[in-house]
């Protein structure tokens, strides 16, 4: 197998060519954000977005930087305003049940309206009203009343006073009552000369008192239904006055309204009721603000706020919108969510009322679109449950929580749900996605729509000018200089880093954000009209100076000899491989030394990080596939007599992956043949069983790594790194880097199969088997198959001898 080429210079890095770009800077752009490489993502919110049926809600799933947010609210901003218009509703007092507030549905901009109709139609009441009551007709007709009670209880009195005169006896008043006393010629009998009269004469009078008596009682019993007859006629006298005085003013607004007809109704109830309760508009003041239980309208408390019960509470007034609403909640708690009902400490208790009732973004987005964030969401006690429960009732309940769950003994409301017609985008990570997906039972029939966002997107011209829109809308927006066509290619290429690809482009908006606003503010501070190219690869080098603490602490270990690395000699069963130590967002590479050893065996390759439990399944699995090689190439016809122990040296914080599993294989390979290893190479690529070389992840931060101790101590041409072929695709290297293999001092293998990389590693041929199995003398593979061979023969002597047999 022929030994691969290095890779040209032209090979390690994809450079975009300013020139491509047929503006000068984004200042000649229109500044618009243009959606590039969501196709599958964008056909996913056009399809929820487009059916109206129950449960086709959207959930917008992907690593969080990638645009769900903004790709989303742009595509919503766009459709909103061919969507009518939704209604306005509001909440108001419920007559016949105070406890459960009315919900009102309006055109949009009524509520608004006949909010201020209402304030206005109460704020005249209170001047209307007492004039009217004071008005000379009122006070005649009132006095007519109460006059013709007097003349009828005289009347009455006058009558017995009569008879009690024809029967020589008088009727007195006294401030006890009415009192009969016996008269002769119009004067009143002592009581001496009343019992000196004859015993006849006395029952006489006695028994004519009686009858008198016993008539005044008769009166006395009709005064309590005259009085109620004539406060009937009084309070009738008020409704003809009240209702006199309120017709026209209610007239006027029940024309407004006349086509709806819940608000004609609602308009009927008022009227009604300042028709029974007029007293409350004869008070000198002004009503009172603030919340109340309604009292009695004639109580001392009530008297004043009982007008509270006219208002109208605005819940959404959608009168200025211009299409369907597009609501973002930030902060999706159960009462943003759907809605509060609000108390007010009063004298040691807590009260509240109808407009109390405060609106949540449900309301808001009724008719339209929420947005909500899902970790948020998911964060908020009972808002998940919630927003389930509103969507699949298609109403929202607005409910105390407070109350729902006993915290509080006090009087709350239980007002009317209102109709949900609305569509939600959940906005989250793939893994919420997934979990919710096989833990909730609930979510597949409400969240029907995945639109799943790409990590990195297609790499080509269109993509390139869609890069170039996003600098210029960001430079836009946030009022920064504009770029010119070299600083948006910088910033292009650095996107195919952060994709880890140089045929494709990150989706990480965030990122290209913060790299465009550090690189005009390194432009703006050396006192530049527009940010160049070299202004975005300082920042890049900053971005990199600022995650480098920790590297630059192993490197230097390196350098004093602390962490042993060797990058000079040649040295048996001993490799430089390559990791990558992510932190936060940030990662980069560094060598680590690879160790084996070999002795006789039953065939075991042993993970001395598993057997301690430092390695991970997946790192272990690699190391297995070893035994596999190593089995079916050398050992087919033989036993494998080896046991061979691998480790990571110096290694104290584990070891997860199989990027290092052609490593080990070469290490191992090494110490088998004796072959001493060339320390000035690295290696980084996974294995299988067939001795294919493997894609591996992190391979550009491998090089840097290696290169950048290499570097320290002084580049001779001999260093270099062998990495998968398949990876040569990924390769974004720095420049300096890049000019390092132009000059001959470092260099770069594609490798895809072990054979390649050990012939790289050692000088020496792998060599191929002829049609008999035979290797060809002194290659590797030879010398590899000669030393299992005569281990398998020193193993069967040792067992032949432990058996007694003849040792031949």
């Known amino acids: 197998?022929?030994?691969?080429?290095?890779?040209?210079?032209?090979?390690?890095?994809?450079?975009?060519?300013?020139?491509?770009?047929?503006?000068?800077?984004?200042?000649?752009?229109?500044?618009?954000?243009?959606?590039?490489?969501?196709?599958?993502?964008?056909e996913a919110i056009r399809l929820g977005m487009g059916i109206r049926h129950d449960g086709f809600n959207l959930f917008a799933l992907g690593p969080s930087g990638t645009g769900k947010e903004s790709t989303v609210r742009q595509f919503l901003n766009a459709i909103a305003p061919g969507r009518a218009r939704p209604d306005d509703w509001c909440y108001v007092y419920n007559f016949s049940k105070p406890r459960n507030p009315k919900a009102l549905r309006l055109p949009p901009g009524m509520a608004c309206r006949l909010s201020d109709d209402m304030d206005h139609l109460v704020e005249t009441l209170f001047s209307v009203m007492p004039a009217a009551f004071s008005s000379e007709e009122y006070q005649a007709r009132e006095k007519d009343i109460g006059e013709s009670l007097l003349e009828k209880q005289s009347s009455a009195i006058e009558t017995l006073e009569t008879d009690a005169r024809e029967h020589s006896i008088s009727l007195i008043r006294t401030p006890g009552g009415f009192a009969f006393a016996p008269v002769i010629e119009e004067k009143v009998i002592a009581p001496d000369d009343y019992m000196a009269m004859k015993k006849e004469e006395r029952d006489k009078i006695e028994k004519e008192i009686d009858r008198l008596r016993n008539s005044l009682q008769s009166i006395m019993a009709q005064f309590p239904k005259w009085q109620r007859?004539?406060?009937?006629?009084?309070?009738?006298?008020?409704?003809?006055?009240?209702?006199?005085?309120?017709?026209?003013?209610?007239?006027?607004?029940?024309?407004?309204?006349?086509?709806?007809?819940?608000?004609?109704?609602?308009?009927?109830?008022?009227?009604?009721?300042?028709?029974?309760?007029?007293?409350?508009?004869?008070?000198?003041?002004?009503?009172?603000?603030?919340?109340?239980?309604?009292?009695p309208p004639f109580s001392p408390a009530g008297r004043k706020r009982s007008v509270v019960r006219y208002r109208v509470n605005v819940m959404i007034d959608n009168g200025?919108?211009?299409?369907?609403?597009?609501?973002?909640?930030?902060?999706?708690?159960?009462?943003?969510?759907?809605?509060?009902?609000?108390?007010?400490?009063?004298?040691?208790?807590?009260?509240?009322?109808?407009?109390?009732?405060?609106?949540?973004?449900?309301h808001r987005?009724?008719?339209?679109?929420?947005?909500?964030?899902?970790?948020?969401?998911?964060?908020?006690?009972?808002?998940?449950?919630?927003?389930?429960?509103?969507?699949?009732?298609?109403?929202?309940?607005?409910?105390?929580?407070?109350?729902?769950?006993?915290?509080?003994s006090t009087i709350s409301l239980e007002p009317e749900p209102i109709p949900l017609d609305l569509k939600v985008v959940l906005l989250g990570e793939r893994r919420l996605y997934y979990m919710l997906s096989q833990y909730d039972p609930d979510f597949n029939e409400l969240f029907k729509i995945a639109a799943d966002f790409e990590n990195d997107m297609e790499r080509n011209p269109e993509t390139h000018l869609a890069y170039?829109?996003?600098?210029?809308?960001?430079?836009?927006?946030?009022?920064?200089?504009?770029?010119?066509?070299?600083?948006?290619?910088?910033?292009?290429?650095?996107?195919?880093?952060?994709?880890?690809?140089?045929?494709?482009?990150?989706?990480?908006?965030?990122?290209?954000?913060?790299?465009?606003?550090?690189?005009e503010y390194h432009a703006a501070q050396n006192g530049r009209t527009q940010v160049s190219a070299e202004d975005v690869e300082a920042m890049r080098e900053a971005q990199r100076y600022r995650a480098s603490r920790i590297q630059e602490r192993m490197r230097d270990a390196m350098m004093r000899g602390m962490i042993l690395i060797d990058t000079a000699s040649e040295q048996v069963g001993q490799i430089n491989g390559l990791s990558v130590y992510s932190l936060g967002e940030q990662s980069f590479g560094s060598p680590s030394r690879?160790?084996?050893?070999?002795?006789?065996?039953?065939?075991?390759?042993?993970?001395?990080?598993?057997?301690?439990?430092?390695?991970?399944?997946?790192h272990s699995k690699g190391v297995m596939i070893l035994s596999g090689f190593l089995g079916s190439r050398y050992a087919a016809e033989q036993p494998l007599s080896l046991s061979a122990t691998l480790v990571f040296e110096q290694s104290y914080g584990g070891v997860e992956g199989d990027s290092a599993s052609s490593?080990?294989?070469?290490?191992?390979?090494?110490?088998?043949?004796?072959?001493?290893?060339?320390?000035?190479?690295?290696?980084?690529?996974?294995?299988?069983?067939?001795?294919?070389?493997?894609?591996?992840?992190?391979?550009?931060?491998?090089?840097?790594?290696?290169?950048?101790?290499?570097?320290?101590?002084?580049?001779?041409?001999?260093?270099?790194?062998?990495?998968?072929a398949?990876?040569?695709?990924?390769?974004?290297?720095?420049?300096?880097?890049?000019?390092?293999?132009?000059?001959?001092?470092?260099?770069?293998?594609?490798?895809?199969?072990?054979?390649?990389?050990?012939?790289?590693?050692?000088?020496?041929?792998?060599?191929?088997?002829?049609?008999?199995?035979?290797?060809?003398?002194?290659?590797?593979?030879?010398?590899?198959?000669?030393?299992?061979?005569?281990?398998a023969e020193k193993l069967k002597a040792f067992a032949e001898k432990k058996n007694g047999e003849p040792e031949k």
């Open 1 to 42: 197998m022929p030994v691969p080429e290095k890779l040209l210079p032209a090979q390690l890095f994809n450079r975009c060519d300013p020139g491509s770009f047929e503006f000068g800077t984004t200042a000649e752009l229109d500044g618009a954000t243009e959606i590039a490489g969501q196709q599958r993502a964008l």
């Open 229 to 295: 007859e004539t406060a009937e006629k009084i309070k009738e006298l008020n409704r003809e006055v009240s209702a006199f005085t309120l017709k026209p003013l209610m007239e006027e607004i029940r024309t407004r309204y006349k086509d709806i007809e819940e608000v004609s109704r609602y308009i009927d109830e008022v009227e009604k009721d300042m028709i029974e309760n007029f007293g409350q508009f004869l008070e000198k003041d002004a009503p009172e603000d603030g919340p109340i239980m309604m009292p």
């Open 320 to 362: 200025k919108l211009d299409g369907a609403p597009v609501i973002l909640e930030d902060k999706p708690a159960t009462q943003n969510l759907v809605g509060d009902i609000e108390h007010a400490a009063q004298m040691g208790t807590l009260i509240t009322d109808f407009t109390l009732i405060k609106p949540g973004a449900l």
């Open 365 to 408: 987005a009724n008719g339209g679109y929420l947005i909500l964030d899902a970790r948020r969401l998911l964060l908020e006690p009972f808002a998940w449950e919630a927003l389930k429960k509103a969507l699949r009732t298609r109403q929202i309940r607005i409910e105390s929580l407070a109350q729902l769950y006993s915290l509080v």
């Open 468 to 519: 170039a829109h996003l600098v210029g809308s960001i430079a836009v927006r946030d009022k920064l200089l504009p770029f010119d066509r070299g600083a948006v290619a910088r910033i292009v290429e650095h996107g195919s880093r952060m994709a880890g690809d140089a045929t494709r482009l990150s989706s990480n908006l965030q990122a290209v954000r913060d790299l465009v606003h550090e690189a």
């Open 594 to 618: 690879i160790t084996a050893r070999v002795r006789l065996g039953k065939g075991e390759v042993i993970d001395i990080e598993r057997e301690v439990e430092m390695g991970g399944p997946i």
């Open 663 to 724: 490593t080990e294989l070469y290490a191992l390979l090494s110490a088998i043949s004796g072959i001493p290893i060339r320390q000035c190479l690295a290696v980084t690529g996974s294995v299988n069983q067939h001795g294919q070389v493997q894609a591996i992840g992190g391979v550009n931060e491998k090089i840097e790594g290696f290169f950048d101790l290499c570097s320290e101590r002084g580049l001779d041409g001999r260093h270099g790194v062998l990495i998968p």
């Open 726 to 791: 398949s990876n040569v695709r990924n390769l974004m290297l720095r420049q300096d880097i890049v000019k390092a293999v132009e000059s001959g001092l470092f260099s770069i293998w594609p490798v895809t199969h072990i054979d390649e990389g050990i012939e790289i590693l050692t000088g020496v041929p792998a060599g191929e088997a002829d049609a008999s199995g035979a290797w060809p003398v002194g290659t590797v593979n030879a010398k590899v198959f000669e030393r299992l061979k005569a281990m």
